[in-house]
């Protein structure tokens, strides 16, 4: 686990705990995944991560790229609140992601 990053995602987690649910996102439509449940699936990863002070394994990793990739094609549709909310999710996945390849290699 790298400190600083897990830092930052525990920063961004406790803000993103914060915010309420954009109401934009109630109106995304789902070609590129449905958004609840993408929020809510990677929601669980970075919850863990937090949890477990920084440990991540495979499968969440996964989880957490393939959320990233779906709202990285949602994006361009949002704005406002929306559009940060999205953000945050995909900076956390980045990072998580980041540290777990990193922990691999050592």
Do not use: T
């Not at 790298?2 to 439509?29: M, Q, R, S, T």
């Amino acid at each position: 686990m790298n400190k600083a990053i897990f830092d930052e995602v525990a920063v961004l987690w406790a803000e993103h705990l914060g915010a309420p649910w954009p109401d934009d996102l109630y109106w995304v439509d789902d070609r590129d995944g449905n958004m609840p449940e993408i929020d809510g699936a990677m929601a669980g990863c970075v919850s863990d991560y937090v949890k477990s002070r920084g440990a991540v394994d495979e499968e969440r990793c996964r989880v957490l790229q393939e959320g990233a990739r779906a709202l990285r094609r949602m994006l361009p549709r949002l704005r406002g609140e929306a559009a940060v909310y999205v953000r945050r999710l995909i900076r956390m996945a980045e990072l998580i992601d980041h540290d777990g390849r990193s922990a691999s290699q050592v």
